[in-house]
């Protein structure tokens, strides 16, 4: 028995969310049994939901009372009928930040900020009830993968930049028994630290980007190091897992690798299960692929659009992710009823390295243009470019308020945790336009000539 994990799970982990009014073990038992639901019955409890939700939203919320309007039949009398509401897309949550909150006032709201990959982060709030269902499905995929909660994580994640928001997460990641390697800082130093650090915590599983997992896997190789500790799994998010990578992974640690898929404003949409298949929550969640204005045929590749079903503090009704993926038909042979997830097409940013041979995940660059837009230094879009190592170009769709104050903030930025020397060109466009693969490409490095460690 892992007293370790049992202490952090019923003394720490459990009373900390318990009194923050977050009920996630009645919701987790609640998820376990649903999973296996007949498909039919669930798509009756997605209806009930939504039709709470409609309901909800066209009284409380502004943007829904114009967006719903009389020409739209309420209740919905089936799943289908959504297809008739308008979307929501990232330019509406942007603009319409205050419109999409409830009128109601509600206590202890969580901000859930996008991760900024189209270039437009916002924050929206998220209610007591909502947060714990989405970590409640969270713990459930992480179960499919030998996780409990409170089992030791070796995080591979961002650091924020500011000090404030630094504590606040070192508190959060002391009571979920976790320990941080920032994706910030990961030169041959800083890789020595970090394991340093996970020989002495001893952690269960990794989580993290892809990207550094990867990096961290060649750094283990190439000194030939052998860890003193077994893992359960590794759980890779934020960026599409090749099978290469995969592979690369799995080989290195010895271990199996279950992939996550989520977003900053929605939290957790679908996770690995035992037999590879990405199950959505479907409890949370409505989950429709479409191609264009029209839905796209089972295997067949279009945008996903999700409709949360929790979260009446800001509604997401159809909200139009901007990532691409696929929905199988065909149930898993784990026995799970939840919908599959193929191909899943997300964004991608890549790695950048300064002149000295520091690796710098894409979420740096995504952090300094958060602040920024936090800020209101008009900036609606960007793209990042690294041309040298010293050197950038960046792209920016502005809106009213950008200026040569904007350009010195970013630069200011960069400068300052990046390289002192940075030279940085700014270029004005309409929009960002996407790869030919579908990826929506932020944060571009190098190539392969930045792929290893100097």
Not at 40 to 67: G, T, W
Not at 167 to 194: G, M, P, Q, T
Not at 217 to 227: D, N, P, S
Request: charged share 25%; net charge positive; with cysteine.
């Amino acid at each position: 028995m892992d007293w370790n994990q049992k202490i952090y799970k019923y003394c720490v982990y459990l009373p900390v969310v318990l009194a923050r009014g977050q009920a996630i073990p009645f919701y987790l038992q609640r998820l376990l049994k649903s999973q296996y639901m007949n498909r039919r019955d669930l798509e009756m409890l997605q209806l009930r939901k939504l039709r709470v939700m409609l309901a909800y939203a066209k009284e409380n919320v502004p943007f829904y009372s114009k967006s719903l309007n009389t020409q739209n039949r309420f209740p919905v009398q089936g799943l289908r009928e959504l297809q008739n509401l308008p979307f929501l897309t990232k330019a509406d949550l942007k603009k319409e930040q205050e419109a999409l909150r409830s009128r109601e006032c509600f206590v202890f709201l969580t901000p859930k900020t996008t991760g900024g990959s189209t270039g437009m982060p916002v924050t929206i709030p998220k209610t007591r009830s909502a947060m714990a269902w989405e970590l409640a499905a969270t713990w459930r995929g992480y179960s499919w993968a030998g996780i409990d909660i409170g089992d030791r994580q070796a995080r591979f994640w961002g650091v924020p930049l500011h000090q404030k928001d630094r504590w606040r997460a070192r508190l959060i990641d002391r009571v979920a028994n976790r320990k941080r390697c920032s994706a910030f800082a990961f030169s041959e130093r800083d890789l020595y630290a970090y394991t340093q650090t996970l020989e002495s915590f001893q952690p269960r599983y990794f989580y993290g980007y892809v990207s550094m997992l990867e990096e961290y896997a060649k750094f283990i190789r190439r000194k030939e190091i052998t860890l003193s500790f077994k893992l359960q799994c590794i759980i890779t998010t934020s960026e599409v897992l090749t099978v290469p990578q995969r592979r690369f992974i799995e080989d290195t640690f010895s271990t199996r690798v279950f992939n996550e898929y989520g977003s900053g404003e929605l939290g957790s949409i679908a996770h690995e299960c035992e037999d590879g298949s990405l199950h959505v929550s479907a409890e949370n969640m409505i989950v429709e692929v479409m191609s264009g204005n029209r839905p796209s045929q089972p295997g067949e590749v279009g945008e996903l659009v999700i409709t949360e079903l929790n979260n009446c503090a800001a509604p997401l009704i159809r909200y139009r992710t901007g990532d691409f993926a696929s929905l199988s038909s065909n149930i898993c042979k784990c026995g799970r009823t939840l919908p599959v997830i193929n191909n899943l097409y997300g964004r991608s940013y890549d790695t950048i390295r300064n002149i000295e041979g520091k690796l710098f995940h894409g979420e740096f660059m995504m952090y300094i243009f958060e602040d920024a837009q936090r800020n209101n230094l008009g900036i609606q879009a960007f793209q990042v470019i690294q041309k040298t190592r010293q050197s950038f170009l960046i792209k920016i769709v502005p809106q009213g308020g950008y200026g040569k104050a904007t350009e010195n903030f970013i630069i200011n930025r960069i400068r300052d945790q990046f390289d002192l020397e940075a030279v940085v060109r700014f270029e004005m466009v309409s929009e960002i336009p996407r790869a030919a693969s579908g990826k929506m490409r932020l944060i571009i490095g190098m190539g392969e000539d930045s792929s290893s460690i100097q």
